[in-house]
């Protein structure tokens, strides 16, 4: 199992007791752009603490993900689907894509009945790759690495750090 979730969660997928659920939240942002979206998987909206003890609200909005597999050809994606209620998450990304700054995604889950900090520590980030629009969501692939977006090179050579070049 992975070693960043918490104890509480850890029981809570192996005894699944009925009075407590896990809510799965996304944070997306892009940074200097637009303000970030916090969403949740629940019917109504919640407020929780992150990792860094920040309070968040987390609106009830539908989305599905699966989350990348455990394998050993490096290439590990999250695939969400987000439902486009009232255009809010089609011009988010309309938006996005005008601008080069990556969109991140954030998943942190949650015990419902402890919302005092997520239960993945660190949190799930990833960078959104692929995105595809229909009137009725918006799908995108997200990895781990923003390969596309990195400069290259990604280091600034000079004579005064590096002597020998000249």
């Known amino acids: 199992m992975n070693e960043s979730l918490e104890d509480a969660i850890k029981e809570a997928y192996a ?9 799965h939240t996304l944070e997306i942002k892009q940074t ?10 629940t019917r109504r909206t919640f407020e929780a603490y992150d990792e860094n003890s920040v309070l968040r609200t987390f609106e009830p909005v539908g989305f599905q993900f699966s989350l990348p597999p455990m394998t050993e050809d490096g290439q590990q994606t999250l695939n969400i689907a987000i439902d486009n209620v ?5 011009e988010f990304v309309e938006t996005a894509l005008t601008s080069e700054v990556p969109i991140e995604i954030t998943y942190r889950p949650y015990m419902s009945n402890d919302l005092s900090g997520p239960q993945m520590v660190p949190p799930l980030v990833l960078f959104v790759r692929d995105v595809a629009i229909t009137p009725l969501q918006v799908s995108c692939t997200a ?13 600034l050579y000079n004579r005064e750090r590096f002597p020998t070049l000249g």
């Open 15 to 23: 005894l699944a007791p009925a009075s407590i659920s896990i809510i």
């Open 32 to 41: 200097g752009v637009q303000d970030t979206v916090y969403i949740s998987q």
């Open 86 to 90: 009232g255009q809010r998450v089609v």
């Open 143 to 155: 990895t781990f690495m923003d390969l596309v977006n990195r400069k290259s090179p990604s280091e």
